[in-house]
């Protein structure tokens, strides 16, 4: 039984190779640019609360597109669908090298750019998720997504380094032309696959068209199917209760001490956690029960949290501010790997579990979920550290998350028993 990252898809099936690559380089374009986006924002404002605005701006089209994209990939071609909405993303990367280099001052002109790449990127997304499983076998799923997580961690590590060294050395300019360069990638990827029409109903049912009523047969199917539901509860309850990212900068600049480089490194912590837990993933495709593997791994989050908060209580009085870092850094990888293996079940799951005519518009709720539900949880994580403070928000929160598990386990044990030998919804 392999212990390191299964490659068996990316040697086996070319399309799944090509697509794999471009998407993946296009992905550290994408981090690229969203510092570079930030940092641009704060330049021309000098206001944290404009930068927090990028925020907002890129949740409503995420909700909004991811939803009723995921409605279209369900009624045309995929191959069609990713590379209409990977051109808009092409085209918005280009203007947004062409705003840095005619100079722009306005930052209204970085909101709209923003929201139009993630409305480009909510349709994008389903439509990749909901291509691998009609070009991969059922077997190869687990461990092709935990290359997909992989490739994700990577570069949300290599994407903003590569950010801070191109707006240093040759300005946004530099940067957003870089991306623009990259995300080509995504697109060959794409170009390189055969047609992929959507199966139709198994049922025999008609298909209805695209918009509301279509959104809302998604729902319903989620409605009377346990198990994919609870991949998405799982997540909700995770990045709800415990998302510690809005908890950084307060952790750098007064309790760990160290300023921007240390919020950097705590955000850092987590890919690299994510990074090492993919690297040594080649069991993940061997594991039978993958609901009970993803509550395991939602404990294994929330008890991170709460290591994180403890080892910000212990700063500067238990431990000293140094070594306490470190063990907040230790809590966070560790965070990050757990987050990482649940990701591949999840994403598993839904893919095995859910009908290929209803596939793109569950991933678009699964893109819903995963872009609201950490927004919301910083929300949440900032009103509760006004009245508790940053270090017991993440033990309570981290706590909390896993009291959760523990109550839906009860509520729900079919899930626990989910056997991928047979993936039922």
Known sequence: MPLLLD???????????????????????????????????????RSTAAVGIVGLCALVPLVVMG???????????????????????????????????????????????VALWNGAFAVASPARSSIYPRILRREQLPAANALSVFAMNASMTVGPLLAGVLVD???????????????TAALWGLASLPSLPPEPPQDGAARTRPGLRSVLDGFAFLGTRPNVRMTFVADIAAMLLAQPRVLFPAAGAVIFGGGAKT?????????????????????????????LAIMVAVVGWGFSIAGFGA???????????????WLGLVAMAVAGG????????????????????????????????????????ELAGGFLSTGVGEAWTAVIGGLACVGAIVVLSRLQPGFLRYDVRHPTP
């Not at 090509?18 to 969203?34: D, E, H, I, M």
């Not at 050395?169 to 995300?183: L, N, Q, R, S």
């Open 311 to 325: 080892a910000m209580l212990a700063a500067g009085g238990v431990v000293s501010r140094g070594t306490a870092l």
């Open 169 to 183: 050395w040759g300005g946004f300019k530099a940067a957003y032309t870089t991306d623009a360069v990259i995300t």
């Open 263 to 291: 919020v950097g490194a705590l955000s850092a912590a987590a890919a690299v956690g994510g990074i090492g837990a993919m690297f040594f993933s080649g069991r993940l495709g061997h594991v039978r029960r993958q609901g």
């Open 67 to 113: 939803l009723y994209g995921g409605t279209l990939v369900d009624h045309f071609d995929r191959r069609v669908v990713g590379l209409v909405a990977q051109g808009v993303a092409f085209a918005t990367s280009i203007l947004c090298a062409t705003q840095a280099w005619l100079g722009n001052t306005e930052v209204w002109v970085l909101y709209l750019l």
């Open 7 to 45: 490659l068996a898809p990316l040697r086996e099936n070319v399309p799944y190779r090509r697509l794999y690559a471009g998407f993946t380089l296009s992905n550290v374009g994408s981090q690229l640019a969203v510092v570079a986006i930030g940092l641009q924002v704060y330049e021309l404002t």
């Open 338 to 377: 757990s987050d990482s293996v649940s990701a591949v079940f999840r994403t598993t799951i839904l893919q095995s579990a859910t009908p290929d005519h209803l596939r793109g518009r569950l991933q678009g709720v699964f893109i819903v979920v995963v872009a609201g539900g950490p927004r919301l949880g």
